[in-house]
């Protein structure tokens, strides 16, 4: 078992910056995929951002390519999602998630767990 816990959402003007962050404890060593989710009201949960275990490689959503950066680190069990430049259309519940596969695009039925979400609400 992996347990996560986002953190670092919350209200911002379009423009601005946001960081969240999702410490995993648990069964940490099987997290070879580390992923940003995101649901906006009446959406489909899609992908936003991945990382590998070792950082190696990481993968965007075209919506947040140039605006969003995915990283990670492996000695606090933490992966973070730096956001700037943030939208209206960026407004959605995030979820963190994690998968024994380091997946490029991956779908929500790859996801091993999840995080319990964090909202952001970019107001125009």
């Known amino acids: 078992q992996v347990q996560l816990v986002e953190s670092g959402g919350g209200l911002v003007q379009a423009g601005g910056s946001l960081r969240l962050s999702c410490a995993a404890s648990?069964?940490?060593?099987?997290?070879?995929?580390m992923y940003w989710f995101r649901q906006a009201p009446g959406k489909e949960r899609d992908f936003v951002s991945g990382?590998?275990?070792?950082?190696?490689?990481?993968s965007y959503a075209d919506s947040v390519k140039g605006r969003f950066t995915i990283s990670r680190d492996n000695a606090k069990n933490t992966f973070y999602l730096q956001m700037n430049n943030l939208k209206p259309d960026d407004t959605a519940v995030y979820y963190c998630?994690?998968?024994?596969?380091?997946?490029?695009?991956?779908?929500?039925?790859?996801?091993?767990?999840w995080g319990q979400g964090t909202q952001v609400t970019v107001s125009s």
């Open positions: 990382i590998s275990w070792t950082g190696s490689s990481t």
């Open positions: 648990g069964r940490t060593r099987s997290m070879y995929g």
């Open positions: 998630a994690v998968d024994n596969l380091y997946r490029a695009v991956p779908t929500t039925r790859h996801v091993d767990y």
